[in-house]
């Protein structure tokens, strides 16, 4: 069955940098493309990025210049790094299978708390 | 393309028919999904395209909708249906609304 899972630190220092690592089962990360979402506590979720099935990347313009999406197929990993974290940056961060409507599995999330 | 959902908190009574509102700033062309997020879960995809039913989702869920506005509808209300709801175009871009959240009454 379709899974994902991320995994990573739940707290970071403001101005360090996030990485979070989205392990697969279930799918070939070469046939679906994997997105990044967040969501802060109470409020609607935000895209982030996608890395694409044939390995080309998209990002959220708002978050371009502090975000880097990549994978390792022979692992089935996802990854995510963000540099510069705030405040506001904290939230559930989930990784999701896409289809072309939409993401259809989401992982469990992982909650992200920036602070000192 | 920002995503307007309406009303941001609803009451209703199991049995109910509710409508749910997402307005795009700009034409969505009918690339819009909806999903329901029930406390500290992930969101479910409910509906894309507009108005395709998930596979397993019950059939009381409808969507409908064109060019700036869509609805959810929820024909009869039941208790598990208590959740947040959120809409997600996939047009120009990919976004999420804001949510709206559905209690009993």
């Known amino acids: 069955q379709v899974q994902l899972k991320e995994s990573g630190p739940g707290l970071v220092q403001p101005s360090e940098t996030l990485s979070l690592t989205c392990t697969v089962s279930?799918?070939?990360?070469?046939?679906?493309?994997v997105s990044w979402v967040r969501q802060p506590s109470g409020k609607g979720p935000e895209w982030m990025g996608r890395?694409?099935?044939?390995?080309?990347?998209a990002y959220n313009s708002a978050l371009k210049s502090r975000l880097s999406i990549s994978r390792d197929t022979s692992k089935n990993q996802v990854f995510l790094k963000m540099n510069s974290l705030q405040t506001d940056d904290t939230g559930t961060y989930y990784c999701?299978?896409?289809?072309?409507?939409?993401?259809?599995?989401w992982g469990q999330g992982v909650m992200v708390t920036v602070s000192s | 393309i920002q995503l307007t959902q309406s009303p941001s908190l609803l009451s209703a009574s199991v049995g109910d028919r509710v409508t749910l509102s997402c307005k795009g700033s700009?034409?969505?062309?009918?690339?819009l999904a909806w999903y329901q997020q029930k406390l500290g879960e992930a969101p479910k995809l409910l509906i894309y395209n507009t108005n395709s039913l998930q596979t397993g989702i019950p059939s009381r869920f409808s969507g409908s909708g064109s060019g700036t506005d869509y609805t959810l509808t929820i024909s009869s209300l039941q208790p598990e249906d208590v959740a947040t709801y959120f809409c997600?175009?996939?047009?120009?871009?990919?976004?999420f609304g804001g949510g709206t959240k559905l209690e009993l009454k």
């Open positions: 279930g799918f070939s990360l070469t046939s679906y493309s």
């Open positions: 997600y175009q996939y047009n120009n871009g990919w976004t």
């Open positions: 700009q034409n969505i062309n009918n690339y």
């Open positions: 999701t299978r896409d289809r072309t409507e939409g993401p259809d599995y």
């Open positions: 890395m694409w099935y044939d390995g080309d990347t």
